[in-house]
């Protein structure tokens, strides 16, 4: 079983940061990948952005150049940068891991990130 404790989201103005986080009950070794999810009101859940245990990430093609994932294995924790945030960027923002070798998704329980025009 893993665990996923997010914390970070908020109301923001456009244009604004946030950093989320995400905190494993795991080592984060043992996790590939790392990443972070949205789903907007109204929406399908959707890919944000992943880190692999080696450290290579991936970005959805509407957040690259904005978002950026890092991980603090210390920490076994993973963060999402959110920069020059865009009303469109609201959602609730959802933390995921998939152990090493293993099928089952873990969630965390979300963040909500607001924009305001």
């Known amino acids: 079983q893993v665990q996923l404790v997010e914390s970070g989201g908020g109301l923001v103005q456009a244009g604004g940061s946030l950093r989320l986080s995400c905190a494993a009950s795991?080592?984060?070794?043992?996790?590939?990948?790392m990443g972070w999810y949205r789903q907007a009101p109204g929406k399908q859940r959707e890919l944000v952005a992943t880190?692999?245990?080696?450290?290579?990430?991936n970005y959805a093609d509407s957040v690259k150049g904005r978002f950026t994932i890092s991980r603090d294995n210390a920490k076994n924790t993973v963060y999402l940068q959110i920069d020059s945030l865009k009303p469109e960027d609201t959602a609730v923002y959802y933390c995921?891991?998939?152990?090493?070798?293993?099928?089952?998704?873990?969630w965390g329980q979300g963040t909500q990130v607001t924009v305001s025009s």
């Open positions: 995921h891991a998939r152990l090493v070798g293993l099928t089952t998704d873990y």
């Open positions: 795991v080592n984060i070794f043992s996790i590939n990948p």
């Open positions: 880190i692999t245990s080696g450290g290579n990430t």
